[in-house]
């Protein structure tokens, strides 16, 4: 069975800072990898998607990495700034998405 | 992409009492999922509904306490029933499209609260 695991659970960054999410997944048989973003009342935006085959993916100031033998993905955040705050969600797909937790990131300005 | 609405957008119920939650597709879709995400944990997949067919139920999850309807290609229902306050959670629509890179597109969610 699937598990998905993101650290830290809770993260509080000053405005510009760049920052780490990690993601944990313990079936490295996977066909992608998704980061998606929650925001209250939005429902969830995926912001990058890596096919197992791929090593990494950028969006802006997003660079989402897959080592799929390790089972680990991380998404890096440039320059971080008070829109980034969210919950974001890392998610694994074999024969169905699975999703970790969370990491309930807050940037003060 | 997909633009999903759901609706309501949050409730307040009693226990004992069922409520159906509604999602809404501007385009035709396959495949539509249902997730739930109880307070601080991740999603968990419900059920996967496609029309024509009878909607295929994860672990843990059945058909009495959360019948779904699928009655075309851009609208399905999920009806939570017989509540209880351990029902109360982020109800999720997603779909999934074909022909394009292997993504789901989720609804805004259902806040439900039981009392």
């Known amino acids: 069975k699937q598990e998905v695991t993101q650290i830290p659970a809770a993260l509080s960054v000053p405005e510009g800072e760049n920052l780490v999410l990690n993601c944990s997944f313990t079936d490295s048989a996977i066909y992608n990898l998704q980061w998606f973003r929650q925001d209250p009342g939005k429902g969830l935006t995926s912001l990058l998607l890596?096919?197992?085959?791929?090593r990494e993916q950028t969006s802006g100031r997003l660079n989402a990495s897959l080592d799929k033998s390790s089972g680990r993905s991380t998404l890096y955040i440039a320059a971080s700034q008070p829109g980034d705050s969210a919950t974001y969600l890392c998610?694994?797909?074999?024969?169905?998405?699975?999703f970790g937790a969370g990491t309930i990131l807050r940037v003060k300005s | 992409s997909a633009v999903i609405s759901q609706k309501p957008s949050r409730d307040i119920c009693q226990r004992g009492t069922s409520l159906t939650i509604q999602c809404q597709v501007d385009?035709?879709?396959?495949?539509m999922f249902w997730y739930r995400q109880q307070p601080g944990q991740s999603l968990t997949l419900i059920a996967t509904?496609?029309?024509?067919?009878?909607?295929?139920?994860e672990s843990g999850f059945v058909i009495d306490k959360f019948p779904i309807s699928r009655p075309n290609l851009t609208f399905s229902t999920l009806t939570v029933s017989n509540m209880s306050p351990e029902d109360s959670s982020i109800y999720l629509c997603?779909?999934?499209?074909?022909?394009?890179?292997?993504?789901?597109?989720f609804g805004p969610g259902t806040r439900l609260l039981v009392l």
């Open positions: 998610a694994v797909r074999g024969n169905k998405l699975v």
């Open positions: 385009s035709q879709v396959t495949m």
């Open positions: 890596i096919q197992s085959s791929q």
């Open positions: 997603s779909v999934g499209l074909a022909g394009g890179p292997e993504t789901q597109y």
């Open positions: 509904a496609n029309q024509g067919s009878e909607a295929t139920y």
